[in-house]
């Protein structure tokens, strides 16, 4: 089955959400999971709409089902106490006084269990990084230590694990990726 990945529109925002709950992993152990992966944070209808106008929301669409999802937005306009605004603290603290050019957040993410296992994330990941490569510098992610899944398909494609950090009570991973390289390397 053809996977077409695009930029989202209004109409994707219900099956966005909808996979979204799916990939929270609710009513698993905490070790469960771990194992299986899970993403983090509350989306709304409102939220995707502005997430929709930064550098965007990209689906991989399957014949008109949603395949999986890669939200993308500024840095700047997340309130301080988010995971992602510490996530961008740590990687410029890390980065010791080294520019790292414009910055905008990768994540969430989420592909559907059913489309898993068939290149929807590196689809994902090579068109958001051609869409935004000429706009953006650096990538920047963070996924939760006791996330293993996530934390193994951030190292698989060899994202630089550029700093570690703690915030309410969490400890994260913060991930870096240059979408030009990125790109380059799935031509």
């Known amino acids: 089955m053809a996977i077409n990945v695009r930029r989202s529109r209004p109409e994707d925002h219900a099956a966005i959400l909808s996979l979204m709950e799916k990939a929270r992993g609710a ?11 899970f993403v983090q944070g509350n989306l709304t209808a409102e939220l995707l709409n502005r997430l929709q106008e930064g550098p965007g ?21 997340l309130p301080p106490q988010h995971p992602a605004a510490a996530a961008v603290a740590a990687v410029t603290k ?3 006084g ?16 059913r489309f898993q296992g068939r290149g929807v994330l590196t689809q994902l990941l090579t068109a958001l990084s ?3 490569a000429d706009d953006f510098d650096l990538a920047v992610a963070f996924v939760e230590m006791s996330n293993e899944r996530s934390l193994a398909v951030h190292r698989h494609y060899e994202m630089a694990e550029a700093a570690h950090f ?4 969490r400890t994260y991973a913060a991930f870096t990726f240059s979408p030009a390289t990125f790109a380059q390397g799935q031509s």
């Open 57 to 77: 929301i990209f689906v991989a669409d399957a014949a008109g089902e949603l395949a999986g999802f890669a939200i993308t937005s500024e840095p700047d306009w």
């Open 130 to 132: 051609r869409a935004l």
């Open 98 to 113: 080294r520019d790292l050019g414009r910055l905008f957040l990768y994540g969430p993410v989420a592909v559907d269990e």
């Open 27 to 37: 009513g698993l152990s905490d070790e469960e999971r771990g194992r299986r992966g």
């Open 166 to 169: 703690e915030t309410a009570g």
């Open 94 to 96: 890390a980065a010791d």
